[in-house]
């Protein structure tokens, strides 16, 4: 997939219940984006019946691999369809293929759904398909939000898929994003690079108007000195081709 020069990719992430979709839809609101939600329809109806996120959650060692797979190679269509046809110079993604390495497969892999051959494929194929075929961010939002707080908010909402997961599986999705954001812990290095704003979403903001509009504020700010970094960074290589052209 080759990077539209044009967008600047944010990804949202968090923990399963941080409110991330409503957060979304919030934002859409009070800012210029084009939004890409996780693709869940493709999950619940592979080939148009099958629920692989059902079989995910409901025998995990059986389906972690098979669904590690599917999302990453789901995520890669949907935001290649979605550069085809962007309205807004800047793409908003909910969740990545990196949370996908850094916390959902990791978590697999160290809670033993994945066994250790299918964790060396799945690194050997990630490792090489981000880095020749995924567009990279220009920057993470992560809704911080404490596993309590993702659990009341999943149990609320409901959704079949999700009513065999545990507060402590959420407790350890909590501390990979954390490993991964914030410590940055164990990930590749031209992640560290990527900036990070850090959100506090414990406090139900979809109808605190005052709360969303200090959010609102916040990522304003954080895409304005990320479009003034990329294109200083643009204007910086075109200046160092012309030289080399010159010369």
């Known amino acids: ?16 219940g941080a409110g991330k979709s409503t957060f979304l839809k919030l934002i859409k609101q009070l800012l210029p984006v084009d939004i890409i939600y996780e693709p869940h329809q493709q999950w619940q109806q592979v080939g148009g019946t099958e629920n692989l996120l059902e079989r995910f959650y409901n025998d995990t060692n059986r389906w972690a691999y098979t669904f590690q797979s599917y999302a990453f190679v789901t995520r890669v269509k949907e935001l290649e369809l979605a550069a085809k046809k962007a309205s807004q110079n800047i793409q908003v ?11 959902f497969a990791q978590n697999c892999f160290e809670l033993g759904s994945m066994n250790s051959l299918e964790w060396k494929l799945y690194q050997e194929w990630f490792g090489w398909l981000v880095e020749n075929y995924t567009v990279k961010p220009h920057g993470f939002i992560y809704l911080r ?11 609320k909402r409901n959704r079949s898929e999700e009513s065999c997961v545990s507060l402590e599986y959420l407790h350890m999705l909590h501390d990979k994003h954390e490993d991964w954001l914030i410590h940055k812990k164990n990930i590749s290095s031209y992640l560290n690079e990527i900036p990070v704003l850090i959100l506090d979403c414990n406090k139900e ?9 200090a959010h609102a504020e916040r990522i ?28």
Do not use: H, W
Not at 205 to 213: N, P, R, V
Not at 229 to 234: D, E, F, P, R, W
């Open 1 to 16: 997939m080759i990077r539209d020069e044009s967008l600047t990719y944010i990804i949202v992430e968090g923990n399963v």
């Open 93 to 103: 993604l909910e969740r990545s293929v990196f949370s996908d390495r850094y916390c």
């Open 145 to 155: 939000t404490d596993p309590a707080v993702c659990y009341r908010r999943m149990l």
């Open 205 to 213: 903001f979809e109808a605190d108007i005052s709360q969303m509009d």
């Open 220 to 247: 304003g700010n954080f895409l304005t000195t990320i479009q003034t970094s990329a294109q200083n960074q643009n204007l910086s290589c075109k200046k160092t081709l012309n030289e080399s052209t010159i010369e």
